[in-house]
């Protein structure tokens, strides 16, 4: 079974700073995908970034980069100059690819606090 | 427009009760899910269901029911509900078929037993 850990819990920076949050997973599968999301106090999960396994480059968007290292199975998110609209729930999520059981296996989250 | 719209967004209800929570989406996806937020935050897929036919059914408690009576609508409903059911309840849709897509999802429904 595939399993996915953030061992960061709580995270703290001050803005206009970098933060890189952590994320390794278990799996014996080739092809994957990984994805980062963000839920704000809203409540809302909002897709930050994603990575197919089978890329070897890195995803980017914007402010948010991942370092994808695929032999040692983890999958960091680097937030470059960081606003306080980033404070939120990060998760990193997991899932198949496309074999039918399509459901995301998601890590247990890291708080990210950015203060002024 | 949303995308994946829930409704209600908060439902406070008596041990025992029955309830149902329903979710639209109008992204044209094949695949809709639920999945359940618990207390410390951890999310974890309940159901999915790709064109009507229920495809992950995980360890749920015959008490939760889902209905896709098609495929923008995936409604669930929920028998003689305990306290240990209170958390967030979210849908999500994606895509499956060609040009496969993440997951989308809604603005979740905080459901509180007392």
């Known amino acids: 079974a595939q399993t996915v850990t953030q061992s960061q819990p709580e995270m703290s920076v001050q803005e206009a700073e970098t933060v890189t949050l952590s994320c390794t997973y278990d799996t014996s599968e080739n092809n994957y995908y990984l994805f980062w999301y963000k839920q704000p106090p809203s409540r809302q999960m909002i897709l930050v970034i994603r990575q197919e396994a089978y890329k070897q480059q890195n995803a980017t968007e914007n402010r948010f980069s991942v370092n994808f290292q695929k032999a040692a199975k983890s999958f960091s998110l680097k937030i470059s100059d960081s606003q306080l609209g980033d404070t939120a729930m990060y998760f990193c999520a997991f899932m198949k690819h496309r074999t039918g059981t399509d459901k995301l296996i998601f890590g247990t989250g890291t708080r990210l606090q950015v203060f002024p | 427009d949303t995308a994946v719209s829930q409704t209600p967004k908060y439902l406070v209800t008596q041990m025992g009760n029955d309830k149902s929570i329903k979710c639209e989406q109008n992204l044209g996806h094949d695949t809709m899910y639920w999945y359940k937020q618990d207390s410390k935050k951890f999310l974890k897929i309940m159901f999915s269901?790709?064109?009507?036919?229920?495809?992950i059914n995980e360890t749920v408690p015959n008490r939760f029911s889902p209905k896709s009576p098609d495929k923008a609508h995936l409604n669930l409903h929920i028998n003689s509900l305990e306290l240990g059911d209170s958390a967030v309840y979210f849908c999500?849709?994606?895509?499956?078929?060609?040009?496969?897509?993440?997951?989308?999802f809604g603005q979740g429904t905080r459901l509180t037993v007392v």
């Open positions: 999500a849709s994606s895509l499956r078929g060609q040009g496969f897509t993440e997951a989308f």
């Open positions: 269901y790709n064109n009507k036919e229920l495809i």
